[in-house]
């Protein structure tokens, strides 16, 4: 699947929670209560993260850990899309940025002017 395909599959789970809630609830979540709810999912992250690298015991193993890895990617598609984000550009323009930045310190840092 390429991005548009990704977040478009994102973008229908996230209509099948909204009817559910609109069901279950009668309202949906606003985006700061879904940027909430991917914070919590970033914490999970980060538990299973220590689990795998043995600092903490945690159930799951490395199920968990994809499972929370892939939650976390939906809760990133769904608020780029409803902030109205084309991550493909902004993401490559970003990497750009970061190697450009990173490279200089690391030329820096080896002639020792850093």
């Keep these: 699947m390429d991005l548009d ?3 478009a599959r994102a973008l229908r789970v996230h209509d099948l929670y909204d009817e559910l809630n609109l069901a279950k609830r009668g309202r949906v979540w606003t985006r700061e209560e879904f940027m909430l709810g ?3 999912d970033v914490g ?3 538990k ?3 689990a795998a690298e043995g600092a903490r ?3 799951g ?3 968990a850990l994809e499972h929370e890895l892939a939650d976390c990617l939906w809760s990133v598609l769904v608020l780029a899309a409803k902030y109205e984000i084309d991550l493909g ?3 490559r323009r970003t990497m750009s940025e970061l190697e450009e930045s990173v490279a200089a310190q690391l030329g820096a840092a080896r002639d020792g002017t850093a």
């Design 61 to 63: 193993g490395r199920g």
């Design 38 to 40: 991917f914070t919590g």
């Design 44 to 46: 999970d992250l980060a």
């Design 57 to 59: 015991d945690m159930p």
């Design 48 to 50: 299973l993260v220590m």
């Design 89 to 91: 550009p902004v993401f």
């Design 5 to 7: 395909e990704l977040t």
